[in-house]
């Protein structure tokens, strides 16, 4: 593969710069230690696609029966709300029929990580948001063959080991041609089972893979109907946009619109009714145009129509020259209330730009990526995001720990915190799906056994995720379901999801409250009251506290 250069950057770590970065802090192995009361967890759902396909490789044997198994919820006994389905222990030695896919072997699984380039732009951002340089590349690679150890570990891989290869990006993020010659590359050269990351600004690298076979953790949020077409090589632990779009246009229309802006900066706005705008993120190919069409055919099902539809590409190098344009056009358009979809670093410019035009309104956020984590959150101009309130997909935090050093199953397995956890969500995501699979391994038994995992919800500290056909009315090779309620406080102080204490906190509506399809538009609480709205929880609340688990080396003990 492309040579190794001495950082690679926060980019290299996470498909979106920063903002997964503070997701996979967040979810990695289950995010939550257990609490110390001994009481059972609540919120755990049914399972969705039936029977683990793993089952039928133990004929007879009842997979409660595993020693590692917790027998009231079925799952392995792990401190995680997303510990997998109990399957039986795989006896050393037994046959799992050797290369049953392309990229697997009797006894190894060639998983292939994708490094995007370095960005420089992104870079300096992302310093000024953690406090700090990045991690070398030489700890991203030791730390991610450490949580693979762990995961290999404790979840069943039937005789198999999982091989890891890094891909470095042959071009840009948006370069068409280069992200089908690095997917060729993770097909032909590397000979990959399965891939994760990708480019985000072209759909190249995913679409070639699905066509060649391989599986692949990577996309952010796309329409639903691609991962339909790109079925079963493609999974997200984000929501489709489609899936995002539902409970945005539920909160819109529910609990927004119709009534005045009450909460814009400009005192003149506050008396207007509501005119909506969405500014959302756009790749040069429009993969993301079907997903807000089917936001604005869901808004019009309810009378509401947007007063203006702004796209954009990003290019950091241009950012302020585009922001400028967009805020020009959302002032022309009358518009009170931005509703923002986009990525974690257009708000920096579009705020800025803002107030240069002195332009004040309302911002609605949306939960898109990164957009809603404080870190994030307090590089945009204050005067503007004092009015920015909206859904999360993130679940409330607990405790002022620096959430990108919290390895969850991984520290816990391990006794001690890791410096970095790379890719550890993607890699969780892929063995829950190898555990849940079976031996005999392809990408539709991967499917299947993705489908067959318990859903989780009920939780204000960890998100509600599910597969297959248990949530939605679309076939969902996504995990995360569920949202919450934020508002952006200006003068609240603590610390934000990596440690660092400021000034500028979301506060999380119903004390973290979350949301499943359908629900958040029946939501009573009100931006900027701070009546049970949390920062962020002293400690775990009672009813999302785990069983305390002992620690133990594998699944045998």
Same mark, same amino acid.
């Given at each position: ?33 257990? *609490? ?25 044997? +009842?997979?409660? +029966?595993?020693?590692?198994? +917790? ?26 029929? *050797? ?8 006894? #190894? ?65 948006? @370069? ?11 097909? &032909? ?8 990351? /990708?480019?985000?600004?072209?759909? $190249? ?44 246009? @539920? ?13 814009? /900066? ?6 207007? &009714? ?40 990003? @290019? ?91 390895? *969850? ?18 890699? !969780? ?8 699979? /079976? ?18 919800? !009920? ?29 952006? +406080?200006?003068?609240?102080?603590? $610390? ?27 939501? #009573? ?33």
């Amino acid at each position: 593969m492309a040579e190794t250069r001495t950082r690679r950057g926060l980019a290299g770590y996470w498909p979106v710069p920063v903002a997964v970065a503070v997701l996979a802090g967040l979810l990695v192995a289950g995010s939550r230690l257990g *609490g110390d009361d001994g009481e059972e967890a609540g919120g755990a759902g049914t399972s969705a696609g039936g029977e683990p396909p793993a089952l039928a490789a133990f004929p007879g044997e +009842d997979p409660l +029966d595993a020693p590692d198994c +917790d027998r009231t919820t079925g799952r392995l006994a792990l401190p995680t709300v997303y510990s997998p389905n109990c399957v039986p222990l795989w006896p050393e030695g037994r046959d799992n029929g *050797g290369a049953t896919s392309p990229g697997v072997t009797g006894d #190894t699984i060639t998983v292939a990580i994708y490094i995007p380039r370095d960005d420089p732009t992104v870079n300096a951002i992302a310093e000024d948001i953690v406090g700090g340089e990045l991690p070398s590349d030489e700890d991203a690679d030791e730390n991610r063959r450490r949580v693979v150890d762990v995961y290999e570990a404790l979840y069943e891989t039937y005789g198999r080991s999982v091989e890891v290869v890094t891909v470095e990006a042959s071009g840009s993020n948006t @370069d068409d041609a280069a992200a089908k010659a690095d997917a060729i590359r993770v097909a &032909t050269e590397a000979g990959a089972f399965a891939a994760i990351g /990708g480019p985000t600004g072209t759909n $190249a690298y995913a679409d070639e893979l699905a066509a060649r076979g391989v599986v692949c953790f990577c996309t952010a949020s796309q329409p639903i109907g691609n991962y339909e077409d790109w079925s079963p090589y493609v999974w997200s632990q984000l929501m489709a946009s489609t899936q995002g779009y539902v409970h945005r246009a @539920d909160y819109i229309t529910g609990r927004l619109a119709g009534r005045k802006a009450e909460f814009a /900066g400009d005192p003149d706005l506050r008396e207007e &009714t509501r005119r909506f705008a969405i500014v959302y993120y756009e790749t040069a190919e429009g993969a993301y145009q079907e997903g807000v069409d089917f936001f604005e055919d869901r808004l019009a099902e309810s009378g509401v129509e947007l007063a203006a539809r702004v796209p954009y590409i990003l @290019d950091l190098p241009r950012a302020q020259e585009d922001a400028a344009t967009i805020v020009a056009r959302l002032k022309d358009a009358d518009v009170t209330s931005v509703v923002f979809a986009g990525d974690p670093f257009f708000p920096i410019y579009l705020t800025q730009e803002a107030t240069a035009q002195d332009y004040h309104p309302e911002w609605i956020v949306t939960g898109s990526t990164g957009t809603d984590t404080t870190a994030i959150a307090r590089q945009y101009d204050q005067e503007q995001w004092a009015h920015a309130f909206g859904v999360s997909f993130l679940p409330a935090r607990v405790g002022s720990a620096n959430l990108l050093t919290q390895g *969850g199953v991984v520290s816990w397995y391990l006794g001690e915190n890791l410096t970095s956890y790379p890719n550890a969500l993607e890699l !969780g995501l892929l063995f829950t799906g190898l555990h849940l699979a /079976g031996p005999e391994l392809t990408p539709e038994t991967l499917r299947d056994g993705l489908f067959s995992f318990q859903p989780a919800n !009920g939780y204000a500290t960890s998100l509600g995720i599910s597969f297959g056909e248990a949530m939605w009315p679309w076939t969902d090779y996504l995990a995360a379901d569920d949202v919450t309620e934020i508002w952006w +406080d200006a003068d609240a102080t603590g $610390a934000d999801e990596i440690g660092l204490a400021g000034t500028g906190m979301y506060r999380y509506a119903n004390e973290g409250k979350r949301y499943l399809p359908g629900e958040i538009g029946k939501s #009573t609480a009100t931006p900027f009251d701070e009546t049970d709205a949390i920062t962020v929880f002293e400690e775990t609340p009672e009813s999302d506290r785990l069983p305390e688990v002992p620690r133990r080396r594998s699944r045998a003990g």
